[in-house]
């Protein structure tokens, strides 16, 4: 046989046996990626009436063969966010699919083509769309009523203890919650400047326009008015979002949370929150709550505002290949965890004479 004919057949053998390895390891690779992502609970579409609007959402029933189970409704936080988180929701409901409990949740107004737009809504807006969702939900033969509770991150902790004011609600989970919200802006505005090595004529001047806008925002100020003072550049601010603003600025949730007075409550703070001051927001937890012995605090070191581990979130490549290859290990050590736990803790303490 000629040697140029060998060499060339030698050569296809390496191609073939290339291409057949590298769609080996893809498919090793695809399989791999979908069953991380896969988890031990049923997902259904559902929408909701409430007063005269549609609540496009998706509850997450385990597949434990029971007919019966508690529910944890979903509050979100600030931002545009769909019913799933983006996916991200879904290790947590896993985690209360173990503990027996369903999970709730829905897209926001004008989300994912809800109808609406969550920029129209005060805190108490959001209130009542959860209670109507919970109303629904005590409707369902397959939940338990009396085992509904809450789980809200971050700016839902100003709705968690309305909703609980307007309908019985057997405990909460608040995630990173603030206390007050112009408090909560001047310390995310500060820990942003030391996290970026800011110079003092940079935070004397970020400060006085933080203070030019609380004015505005005191004195009922309009967009236009905002843009004015401001010189014209909006600075990614839109005429809905400050409309949004200029409703809640006030809210405060220091004298609400008496709503949540001898409910169970776990509140997880993070280490590296430098969007809430998890000090003021564990003080003032204690402070309200402390004496109907219902309060249970969660500190988690490595994790930042969203309870995701710092060393991911700092980088997008590592936050993608995480929740392609491990999604449950964005999180906190512990968190999803703890909120199992704390879910389990309470069933036995309403079973317990």
Same mark, same amino acid.
């Given at each position: 046989?000629?040697?140029?004919?060998?060499?060339?057949?030698?050569?296809?053998?390496?191609?073939?046996?290339?291409?057949?390895?590298?769609?080996?390891?893809?498919?090793?690779?695809?399989?791999?990626?979908?069953?991380?992502?896969?988890?031990?609970?049923?997902?259904?579409?559902?929408?909701?009436?409430?007063?005269?609007?549609?609540?496009?959402?998706?509850?997450?029933?385990?597949?434990?063969?029971?007919?019966?189970?508690?529910?944890?409704?979903?509050?979100?936080?600030?931002?545009?966010?769909?019913?799933?988180?983006?996916?991200? +929701?879904?290790?947590?409901?896993?985690?209360?699919?173990?503990?027996?409990?369903?999970?709730? &949740?829905?897209?926001?107004?004008?989300?994912?083509?809800?109808?609406?737009?969550?920029?129209?809504?005060?805190?108490?807006?959001?209130?009542?769309?959860?209670?109507?969702?919970?109303?629904?939900?005590?409707?369902?033969?397959?939940?338990?009523?009396?085992?509904?509770?809450?789980?809200?991150?971050?700016?839902?902790?100003?709705?968690? *203890?309305?909703?609980?004011?307007?309908?019985?609600?057997?405990?909460?989970?608040?995630? &990173? *919650?603030?206390?007050?919200?112009?408090?909560?802006?001047? +310390?995310?505005?500060?820990?942003?400047?030391?996290?970026?090595?800011? &110079?003092?004529?940079?935070?004397?001047?970020?400060?006085?326009?933080?203070?030019?806008?609380?004015?505005?925002?005191?004195?009922?100020?309009?967009?236009?008015? +905002?843009?004015?003072?401001?010189?014209?550049?909006?600075?990614?601010?839109?005429?809905?979002?400050?409309?949004?603003?200029?409703?809640?600025?006030?809210?405060?949730?220091?004298?609400?949370?008496?709503?949540?007075?001898?409910? *169970?409550?776990?509140?997880?703070?993070?280490?590296?929150?430098?969007?809430?001051?998890?000090?003021?927001?564990?003080? %003032?937890?204690?402070?309200?709550?402390? %004496?109907?012995?219902?309060? %249970?605090?969660?500190? +988690?070191?490595?994790?930042?505002? &969203?309870?995701?581990?710092?060393?991911?979130?700092?980088?997008?490549?590592?936050?993608?290949?995480?929740?392609?290859?491990?999604?449950?290990?964005?999180?906190?050590?512990?968190?999803?965890?703890?909120?199992?736990?704390?879910?389990?803790?309470?069933?036995?303490?309403?079973?317990? *004479?």
């Amino acid at each position: 046989m000629c040697p140029k004919s060998q060499s060339r057949r030698r050569g296809l053998r390496v191609v073939v046996w290339s291409l057949v390895t590298a769609l080996v390891v893809a498919a090793c690779l695809v399989g791999v990626v979908l069953w991380q992502n896969s988890y031990d609970m049923e997902e259904q579409r559902v929408t909701i009436r409430h007063g005269g609007h549609t609540l496009h959402g998706v509850l997450a029933i385990p597949k434990d063969g029971r007919k019966h189970h508690g529910l944890v409704v979903y509050v979100h936080g600030d931002g545009p966010t769909d019913a799933t988180h983006g996916d991200g +929701y879904q290790p947590m409901w896993e985690a209360n699919a173990k503990a027996g409990y369903a999970s709730l &949740s829905w897209h926001k107004p004008g989300v994912a083509g809800a109808p609406g737009n969550w920029l129209d809504q005060s805190m108490d807006d959001r209130a009542d769309e959860a209670a109507a969702a919970i109303a629904w939900a005590r409707a369902r033969p397959d939940i338990d009523g009396d085992r509904i509770g809450l789980w809200g991150a971050s700016q839902a902790g100003w709705v968690l *203890p309305k909703i609980a004011a307007k309908t019985p609600v057997a405990f909460a989970i608040g995630v &990173s *919650p603030a206390i007050n919200w112009l408090q909560q802006g001047r +310390y995310n505005l500060l820990a942003e400047l030391r996290a970026d090595g800011a &110079s003092a004529a940079r935070t004397k001047a970020e400060v006085a326009r933080s203070d030019t806008i609380r004015r505005l925002l005191g004195r009922q100020a309009t967009f236009d008015e +905002y843009l004015r003072a401001m010189g014209g550049d909006a600075d990614g601010m839109t005429a809905d979002r400050w409309g949004f603003i200029s409703k809640n600025h006030t809210a405060d949730v220091t004298r609400d949370l008496r709503a949540l007075h001898g409910i *169970p409550v776990l509140l997880a703070l993070a280490g590296h929150d430098i969007n809430v001051d998890v000090a003021d927001t564990e003080r %003032t937890y204690h402070k309200v709550l402390d %004496t109907g012995g219902a309060l %249970t605090v969660r500190h +988690y070191p490595d994790a930042s505002h &969203s309870l995701l581990k710092q060393s991911i979130e700092q980088s997008d490549l590592k936050i993608t290949f995480t929740a392609l290859f491990s999604p449950r290990s964005l999180f906190a050590d512990g968190f999803l965890d703890g909120q199992r736990q704390f879910l389990k803790e309470v069933d036995r303490a309403r079973t317990t *004479p």
